[in-house]
């Protein structure tokens, strides 16, 4: 479990040092940095997959990833840690900027305290490099790397805004692409595919159930294979009480989404990643999906560790104050902060956590 994250210099984050509990939920105002610590994650996701440099060059390059710009900032600086069975993993780097307005490796440092050891075992990984050398690391046998290889790997951030007729989730996938669900949803109707034609299908019945919760007029997917050697599959489905199948792109935006975020969510416990992260999980949905859909969030943090951006007042009132993360822009910099319960007893007595939030007594409000 990802335990504490410290950040320094990207974008709007200054400074950053936060711990993470399993259900974590971000508030703020437009603007304030929630969106900054989302987009975080994707460049780690990006990072794993060896395209850094690409996601440096198709993010504005530097000068829109360092705080203020490299004049301001000259480098950023990241600290994981990650509680594991026995003991702390921590993963470090230092990216410093370089000529052609990018980032280039300053350090990269993996680090592994065992449980009731004072020194911890520390793997440098050098400097100057444009990709992570982890991969490298841990194909060379060293044990911390492939661990922290595979914690990062697992912390996974998804995407469902794309819902236009373009979207990969409204087109034809690879049939065989069905492991775990794509950022975009991408391999939606493969992976459901593979889920109903699993023994038991105890993972499919109930996603097809809650589906049904949200969009009453749903019935079923109707997914078979087709194209050459049967190889490509599309998100089809059926409607109560009637013949006619359907096609992904009769499904309007906001039951799209609840697909998505239902099927994710309700993955077999051993296929979801070590943490979940979704930015505004309400866009689209009616109140009563958003509250399904928390339950859902709700359940699989018990499970995963979650983390989640909100615009939504409605969605807040699912949880509790212990999950929530206030992000307030200060100045020229995000801050980021868990509230006090003492300060806000009071209020809670008389108001939900939404309205407390609406009052802007919560912080994460306009200035």
């Known amino acids: 479990m990802l335990r504490r994250v410290i950040l320094k210099g990207f974008k709007s984050i200054k400074t950053m040092d936060i711990e993470l509990h399993n259900l974590n939920i971000l508030i703020g105002a437009n603007g304030a940095g929630k969106s900054n610590l989302v987009s975080f994650f994707?460049?780690?996701?990006?990072?794993?997959?060896?395209?850094?440099?690409?996601?440096?060059?198709?993010?504005?390059?530097?000068?829109?990833?360092?705080?203020?710009?490299?004049?301001?900032?000259?480098?950023?600086?990241?600290?994981?840690?990650?509680?594991?069975?026995?003991?702390?993993?921590?993963?470090?780097?230092?990216?410093?900027?370089?000529?052609?307005?990018?980032?280039?490796?300053?350090?990269?440092?993996?680090?592994?305290?065992?449980?009731?050891?004072?020194?911890?075992?520390?793997?440098?990984?050098?400097?100057?490099?444009?990709?992570?050398?982890?991969?490298?690391?841990?194909?060379?046998?060293?044990?911390?790397?492939?661990?922290?290889?595979?914690?990062?790997?697992?912390?996974?951030?998804?995407?469902?805004h794309d819902t236009s007729p373009t979207a990969r989730v409204r087109q034809y996938c690879y049939i065989g692409d069905n492991r775990w669900l794509m950022p975009d949803a991408g391999n939606l109707a493969a992976l459901l595919y593979r889920l109903r034609n699993e023994n038991n299908r105890s993972a499919y019945h109930p996603i097809v159930t809650t589906i049904r919760l949200i969009a009453p007029f749903f019935d079923d997917f109707d997914l078979e294979p087709s194209g050459p050697n049967k190889q490509e599959i599309i998100l089809n489905w059926r409607e109560k009480g009637v013949d006619q199948i359907f096609g992904p792109h009769q499904l309007s935006d906001g039951t799209l989404r609840a697909i998505c975020l239902v099927t994710l969510l309700m993955q077999p416990e051993s296929e979801l990643p070590d943490l979940i992260v979704v930015d505004e999980p309400e866009l689209g949905l009616h109140p009563y999906a958003l509250n399904v859909i928390a339950s859902l969030f709700s359940k699989a943090s018990h499970h995963t560790q979650v983390l989640i951006s909100t615009q939504s007042s409605t969605f807040l009132n699912n949880f509790d104050l212990e999950d929530v993360i206030v992000v307030n822009r200060e100045g020229r910099e995000s801050k980021f902060m868990r509230p006090d319960p003492t300060e806000l007893e009071t209020w809670l007595e008389d108001y939900s956590l939404g309205e407390v939030w609406e009052k802007n007594v919560l912080g994460g409000g306009p200035h």
């Open 42 to 160: 994707k460049m780690l996701n990006e990072m794993m997959a060896g395209r850094l440099q690409q996601y440096i060059s198709t993010s504005g390059r530097a000068q829109s990833l360092l705080h203020f710009g490299p004049k301001t900032t000259s480098q950023m600086e990241v600290q994981l840690e990650f509680e594991v069975d026995n003991g702390t993993d921590t993963y470090i780097m230092r990216l410093f900027h370089a000529a052609g307005d990018t980032l280039v490796f300053a350090e990269e440092t993996l680090r592994f305290l065992q449980t009731g050891y004072l020194s911890p075992k520390t793997v440098q990984l050098g400097l100057g490099h444009q990709e992570t050398l982890i991969g490298e690391s841990a194909g060379a046998g060293e044990t911390v790397a492939k661990v922290v290889r595979r914690l990062l790997n697992h912390c996974r951030v998804y995407h469902f």
